[in-house]
């Protein structure tokens, strides 16, 4: 069974940092696109940063400078170092593998993990 698995979300004020970690298991997916995604109460799901299998990455513009993703396809991890937070970061944070198609910012990913909840207070 395939599963990815989200840790490190918590409550934080803002300016803080926040380390996000996804561990995947029953397959490796070092081959293929791994990605966060996040939602907030009333919101779509949206994307934050994505890192294909050669280590290109992307990032949403809201995001950029701020938070670093990063990979250890050996361990079958995926990271999300989120700086300088902001309130309006709020949201339950999502990891997703193998995007399905070529457009890494939307969410056409096959699997994706239960979220971290992120909270930044001000």
């Known amino acids: 069974q395939v599963q990815l698995v989200e840790s490190g979300g918590g409550l934080v004020q803002a300016g803080g940092s926040l380390r996000l970690s996804c561990a995947a298991s029953?397959?490796?997916?070092?081959?293929?696109?791994m990605g966060w995604f996040r939602q907030a109460p009333g919101k779509e799901r949206e994307f934050v940063a994505a890192?294909?299998?050669?280590?290109?990455?992307y990032y949403a513009d809201s995001v950029k400078g701020r938070f670093t993703i990063s990979r250890d396809s050996a361990e079958g991890t995926v990271y999300l170092q989120m700086n300088s937070l902001k309130p309006e970061d709020t949201a339950v944070y999502y990891c997703?593998?193998?995007?399905?198609?070529?457009?890494?910012?939307?969410?056409?990913?096959?699997?994706w993990g239960q979220g971290t909840q992120v909270t930044v207070s001000s």
């Open positions: 997703a593998a193998k995007i399905l198609g070529v457009v890494v910012t939307t969410p056409n990913y096959y699997y």
């Open positions: 029953g397959r490796t997916f070092s081959r293929d696109t």
């Open positions: 890192i294909s299998w050669s280590g290109t990455w």
